[in-house]
């Protein structure tokens, strides 16, 4: 007659069933052991330090400034890279409006950046500063370079310098000055001027743009630059100006170009 085993004893052999083996346990705690050792191994030695940091996205000149930038970073290893601090030195870089990274083992610390980009030089006096689309100032200028972007003149104690944006005034003006890289009217405005009320763009022909606000701004560029190339060649003198607070209904002074 067979005896049945107690509920309990049964139990008792099914945890026993799922339990590893000795010689899985050894083998595992073997594995995560060979894992730590390569771990402190990368992080203590020169196995995956940076030797080469491979900048994407950026001129020569822009990636030369990022490598220099990152110059304190090589010999560190890959594995305990300090990725906040690489972001930090990165956005600290007056050219740069934003960055990532990645780490391309064993020896690269690749960088993918997306410089700013300049519409306009602010001037005060004899001093010259390149400004970006943000209104962040990107350089200092020697006097005539970038001569094909237009002017901003600054009024006042407006603090300037490399990393710093501007505010009021000048960042309006930046904002009528970023659409024209593509627009009809690029290369041909001189100066931007602004106050809270009115935008206004002075053409190299001496003719002015106003613009009232900044709304609309790629459309109102559009019907300036079509009404200042229908102008006669000598309209452009002092007090040619063409208002464009509503785009669809322009105002000028000007006198259209004689046809034929």
Not at 59 to 69: D, E, K, L, T
Not at 168 to 197: F, K
Not at 218 to 225: H, I, M, Q, R, S
Request: without cysteine; aromatic residues 4%.
């Amino acid at each position: 007659m067979a005896v049945l085993p107690r509920p309990q004893e049964k139990r008792r052999l099914d945890v026993a069933r799922l339990l590893p083996s000795g010689r899985v346990t050894v083998f595992t705690l073997a594995l995560v052991a060979l894992a730590i050792g390569v771990y402190l191994l990368a992080r203590e030695t020169s196995l995956f330090a940076v030797e080469t940091v491979d900048v994407r996205g950026a001129s020569p000149s822009v990636a030369g400034q990022v490598r220099a930038a990152l110059a304190d970073f090589k010999s560190d290893s890959l594995v305990t890279l300090d990725g906040a601090a690489v972001e930090r030195r990165l956005m600290s870089l007056p050219i740069i409006a934003a960055a990532r990274y990645d780490r391309d083992f064993p020896h690269t610390l690749r960088v993918f950046v997306k410089p700013e980009r300049p519409v306009a030089v602010v001037r005060r006096g004899a001093d010259s500063w390149l400004v970006s689309a943000r209104a962040r100032v990107i350089a200092t200028l020697e006097r005539g370079e970038e001569t094909k972007l237009p002017r901003i003149w600054l009024r006042g104690p407006v603090s300037v310098s490399p990393g710093g944006t501007l505010a009021g005034d000048p960042a309006r003006a930046v904002t009528a000055a970023a659409p024209l890289r593509r627009s009809p009217l690029r290369g041909r405005v001189a100066t931007v001027r602004a106050t809270p009320e009115e935008l206004t763009l002075v053409l190299r022909s001496g003719i002015e743009l106003k613009l009232g606000n900044a709304q609309n701004l790629p459309l109102k560029l559009f019907v300036g630059a079509k009404i200042a190339q229908l102008a006669a060649p000598r309209a452009g003198g002092s007090g040619a100006y063409i208002d464009l607070t509503v785009p669809n209904r322009p105002v000028s002074n000007l006198n259209p170009q004689p046809e034929g």
